[in-house]
């Protein structure tokens, strides 16, 4: 957690937690274990949102398109192969842009930032989309 104080305390910036997941070769892994795994992630950035605190957002490790799997070191998600997966994503994406709906941009770093168009998630494809207009370039 100190990170995350230092960020909100000193530093008055947003966290972007990175490169997570667990790996298909570990043994007794299943798809269960680790959408479980990538929930309780979501969970505790998504309250520290809500709270207007430094947790802004995440990079899974490691989304890959279909017909790649053969570079995978076991912690891929194909999210055509991964249904369950595929809404793990889709529903913190979907809390983290509904959050930042209701609350324009309250949060302590002062984000000036306005939503532009709509989320938009195709579980066929595994797009998502997200507008963002930038009125203030000298962040």
Not at 91 to 115: D, G, N, P
């Amino acid at each position: 957690m100190s990170h995350i104080q230092d960020c909100e305390k000193n530093l008055k910036m947003p966290v972007v937690f990175s490169e997570f997941g667990t790996s298909s070769r570990d043994p007794g892994y299943n798809s269960s274990y680790r959408d479980t795994f990538i929930q309780t992630v979501y969970e505790s950035i998504l309250a520290l949102a809500r709270k207007g605190g430094a947790g802004a957002g995440s990079l899974i490790w490691q989304l890959f398109p279909e017909g790649v799997e053969q570079l995978n070191d076991g912690y891929e998600v194909v999210l055509s192969k991964s249904p369950s997966t595929a809404n793990v994503l889709k529903e913190q994406s979907v809390a983290l842009w509904e959050l930042s709906s209701m609350c324009q941009w309250r949060f302590k770093w002062s984000c000036r930032r306005e939503i532009v168009s709509s989320p938009r998630f195709s579980s066929s494809n595994g797009d998502f989309l997200m507008g963002w207009a930038d009125p203030v370039s000298e962040l």
